[in-house]
């Protein structure tokens, strides 16, 4: 590829963790002529407004959280791939990415059974269980804990959280000295079709790129750039607050915390918490305020807290949760997006099948179907193209 005329054969869009880890996988199977460059599509007035008030980005949602998910079987061997990944980033990238295992604690309606078992039946894996703990042992890990007879628990002591942007960085560092190239200041604005195939990719100074394959992985940005396309995705832009606190002493190693509904906390350095509201409506316009409420309900006795960040956290998700990864539109389109919460602890597992497919044409696990997460299978897609 040369800065006047270029050419590659795959163009990534987006500039996460999964369009990196993509990027990855690619140049794990061989491949050298292979371009990744961000969306250009960011609605920056909206994130403006949050500027005032926090970091846009931070810790990835979930507070980075890597763990096995239970929504189907496919989704949670995706994920095992992830924590290999995670567990030997600095043997396999060649640099930590912040990953800590601390265990991940659910708290669940006491009365329903299944909790724990649902879990089980999806996380059977070496080194990796969920089960059912009660309000004491949950105690165990968070003293402060206010809990109810009503309320139970599941723990996954294989879970953990690694940091989103350091794992998004040390991807691309080994996907570029494997041989792959990136244009991080210069975002693609537009995709380039004629006779029904994918032609290339505009660039924001300008320039086109020519290339056979166009992987859109940018996230919310991904409606906006397949729409001139004709291709819609059932793509909802979701949201998470999170605001780091400082407590007033240690906490150690704690497992993440996550309540009933969708609320998670989990240590931050040795005195920090990061607390996390999905959806937080209008508890957006006052986050600080609104984690603490929650800390003085749920941890009263932590000591002194005091807010000093806040990051406003932006993704895409899907219909039923479950990443759309497939050919879609135009011949030469593929997509990888609506990863949804998972999409840290996924995006290793997502990489490889997407190398896989385009490589191969097929899945080279068969506990990882192409076919459970192919954009077609949803009849709210429209022009979904190649099953």
Known sequence: MTPDSPVADVVIVGSGPVA?????????RGMRDVLVCPAGNEDAAALGAFRARGTIGGPGPGGGAVYRPTTAPALAAMAAAGVRLFENASDELGEDVGFRRCGRLVAVAAADPDAADTGAGTRRAPGIGVRRVSPEEAGTHWPELIVDASTG???DPGAGYADARRTARALARAARRAGAAFLPRTPAVGLSARRDRVTGVRLGDGREVACGTVVVAAGVDAPALLAPLGVS????????????????????ERPILVDPTGRWLRPDGPDRLLVGTPDPGTAG????????????????????PVPDAAF????????DHLPLIGST???????????DEHGLGVAPG???????????????RPDIPGTDFRPGRSSGILNPGRA
């Open 329 to 339: 539109g135009p011949d030469g389109l593929f997509v990888a997006a609506g990863c």
């Open 350 to 364: 997502v990489g490889m099948l997407v190398a896989d497919l385009l490589c191969d044409g097929a899945s080279g």
């Open 285 to 304: 316009a006052d986050p600080a305020a609104h984690a603490l409420a929650h800390l003085a309900a749920r941890l009263p006795s932590l000591p002194d």
């Open 312 to 319: 406003d956290i932006r993704y895409d998700a899907g219909p």
């Open 153 to 155: 628990f599941t723990h």
């Open 20 to 28: 990196m880890a993509i990027g990855y996988a690619f140049t794990r």
């Open 233 to 252: 995705l059932p793509l909802r832009a979701a949201r998470e607050v999170a605001v780091r606190i400082r407590v007033g002493r240690a906490l150690g």
